[in-house]
């Protein structure tokens, strides 16, 4: 009866029956030799070379280049030019350029009209104007003069967003786009400034234009900026000299007002941090709570496996921050030197507290010496 009985021991292997069994892997399957064998020298006696073949033309280039020659026959002065799966024709008069409009209308075929450049709007650049200054206003005092301005837009830096001393004006080409030096010279003259310039130019560059010199000998405003202009093939460079707009110092605000946009403005252009996602931190506190509750390898495996992913997200996020604050150095703001010297400068090295029993290393060493010097120096 013994037997039929179980084991009084709780361990025992009579009553604990179960086994990891281990899963034999599936066997490997190779081909024979001359399995492979003959299936090549299948394959070889297979194979038959193609047989060559002429690709026929399209039939959409094919009527293309049927347009192109009807073209060149009806209007041998016009220029015809095949690119990008395109016809650019471009037309010597008129005329032509009406004949050939309606030519292509009555073939109904579609086709885009490109405004020739002599009647596309001329654009400007002015440089030396404040930055603060709004391009409405810019826009405005053009118009009253009998410009006609199409669009004003002030550039701005690519990485800070700062406004630049640069508007870029397109003008609409009339006949008065060309007064535009009669309109600095009245400036001036309004203004009591003298302009004294050569009647011809002083030089002529091989890849940019003619030079004049300009000399401005009265009623100057003495705060300006100084280019060198690179302009001559010897080592003697003209020197360009800005003077700000006004003729007359301006007195500074006698009240100090905060200028709320100005405030807004840096607000909203300042960068995001962008961490990780949170659904990343919300599982590495879970996988860690579950890791310390059952201290499984699995479990601690998922826990580090989502700290490195966490790390690495971390780390891309700080260098690209470095490598947007080094793009954005300016050697004008000085940025750039400001960097350079925090890179040079050494760290101010910190001395220990020596006190009559040696140097204070705990913090309540410290906390004593520095009761005793304050009570000393008091007394």
């Known amino acids: 009866m013994t037997e039929f009985l179980p084991c009084p021991r709780a361990f025992c292997p009579h009553n604990c029956k179960f086994k990891a069994v281990k899963r034999p892997a599936d066997p490997v399957i190779r081909p024979a030799k001359l399995t492979a064998k003959a ?69 109904k075929l579609q086709y885009y009209v490109i405004e020739p450049p002599f009647s596309r709007p001329l654009k400007l650049v002015i440089k030396g104007l404040p930055a603060d200054l709004e391009p409405e206003d810019i826009k405005n005092d053009l118009i009253s003069k009998g410009i006609k301005i199409e669009k004003i837009a002030q550039l701005k830096k690519f990485t800070t967003k700062t406004p630049l001393p640069i508007y870029m004006i397109e003008v609409t080409r009339d006949e008065n786009v060309n007064n535009i030096y009669q309109i600095v010279h009245i400036h001036c003259v309004s203004n009591s400034i003298d302009v004294f310039a050569p009647s011809t130019p002083t030089t002529f560059g091989n890849a940019s234009a003619s030079i004049i ?76 709570k579950l890791w310390q509750f059952t201290r499984h390898p699995q479990h601690k495996t998922e826990l580090k496996r989502l700290q490195n992913t966490i790390k690495r997200k971390v780390g891309l996020y700080r260098q690209q921050v470095w490598e947007d604050h080094l793009t954005s150095l300016d050697t004008e703001d000085g940025s750039l030197w400001g960097t350079a010297k925090a890179f040079r400068k050494k760290a101010t090295p910190i001395l220990a507290l020596n006190g009559p029993n040696g140097t204070a290393l705990s913090d309540t060493n410290k906390t004593d010496l520095m009761l005793i010097r304050l009570r000393a120096n008091l007394n």
Request: hydrophobic content about 30%.
């Open 213 to 288: 010199d300009y000399a401005l000998i009265k009623n100057l405003n003495w705060p300006c900026t100084i280019d060198s202009i690179s302009e001559l093939s010897s080592d003697h460079n003209p020197v360009k000299l800005h003077f700000p707009r006004t003729a007359k110092f301006e007195r500074p605000p006698t009240q100090l007002n905060n200028t709320w946009s100005i405030f807004k403005n840096t607000l909203a252009t300042t960068e995001n941090c962008y961490l990780p996602k949170a659904r990343l931190l919300k599982e590495r506190n879970r996988a860690g």
């Open 39 to 107: 299936t090549k020298n299948q394959i070889a006696s297979d194979f038959v070379f193609p047989k060559k073949t002429i690709n026929s033309v399209p039939a959409q280039k094919r009527k293309k280049s049927q347009l192109t020659i009807e073209l060149n026959r009806t209007y041998p002065n016009a220029t015809n030019t095949f690119t990008k799966g395109y016809i650019k024709i471009e037309a010597q008069t008129g005329d032509d350029h009406r004949d050939i409009t309606n030519y292509l209308t009555g073939k």
